[in-house]
T-cell receptor, first 114, second 113 residues
Framework: AQSVTQLDSHVSVSEGTPVLLRCNYSSSYSPSLFWYVQHPNKGLQLLLK??????LVKGINGFEAEFKKSETSFHLTKPSAHMSDAAEYFCVVSFNTNAGKSTFGDGTTLTVKP | NAGVTQTPKFQVLKTGQSMTLQCAQDMNHEYMSWYRQDPGMGLRLIHY???????DQGEVPNGYNVSRSTTEDFPLRLLSAAPSQTSVYFC????????????FGPGTRLTVT
């Protein structure tokens, strides 16, 4: 069975410092991996995705993630946090041909301090 | 392009009442899904559909029904509401294949008293 573990439920950083949100997955097959962001009282928006092309994936708003098969990880990073990055972030894995059956991590709440 | 739309935005039900959450998409996506979001638990899949006339259960299907008569619409029915169904419900759609991202609606906040 596939599963996703987001290693930190809360991450707090100061504005202008790097962001690291950690995600590990378990999948018997070659997965597709996604990061979504959810701002308060909003729906989810795609940040970036890995679909077996380049292992370093660049997304919107300066975020990027690196797929490491040997570590079964897909950590999300950003060099310099902005106040507007404060939100909930979800790591998602899908390996079926059916994209509807994705598995979500429990989420990481990112707080950005001025 | 409206994307994925959901109605209503908010709803309060009494225990035992039934209702239908509406979801529509205008992107001609084959796949549509319903999730519920509870604090600290991420999103859990309730039901999904791979095309008109085809639906299947997700992780937490009990107490919910779905049908898909058209590509565009995927309503979620609560048969007899219970307080445990208090949650935020999201509808999503995507093209077929594992490489395609899902597009989410704005959500419906449901409270069952």
């Amino acid at each position: 069975a596939q599963s996703v573990t987001q290693l930190d439920s809360h991450v707090s950083v100061s504005e202008g410092t790097p962001v690291l949100l950690r995600c590990n997955y378990s999948s018997s097959y070659s997965p597709s991996l996604f990061w979504y962001v959810q701002h308060p009282n909003k729906g989810l928006q795609l940040l970036l995705k890995y679909t077996s092309a380049a292992t370093l994936v660049k997304g919107i708003n300066g975020f990027e993630a690196e797929f490491k098969k040997s570590e079964t990880s897909f950590h999300l990073t950003k060099p310099s946090a902005h106040m507007s990055d404060a939100a909930e972030y979800f790591c998602v894995v899908s390996f079926n041909t059916n994209a509807g059956k994705s598995t979500f991590g429990d989420g990481t709440t990112l707080t950005v301090k001025p | 392009n409206a994307g994925v739309t959901q109605t209503p935005k908010f709803q309060v039900l009494k225990t035992g009442q039934s209702m239908t959450l509406q979801c529509a998409q205008d992107m001609n996506h084959e796949y549509m899904s319903w999730y519920r979001q509870d604090p600290g638990m991420g999103l859990r899949l309730i039901h999904y559909s791979v095309g008109a006339g085809i639906t299947d259960q997700g992780e937490v299907p009990n107490g919910y029904n779905v049908s898909r008569s058209t590509t565009e619409d995927f309503p979620l029915r609560l048969l007899s509401a219970a307080p445990s169904q208090t949650s935020v419900y999201f509808c999503a759609s995507s093209f077929s294949g594992k490489t395609y991202e899902q597009y989410f609606g704005p959500g419906t906040r449901l409270t069952v008293t």
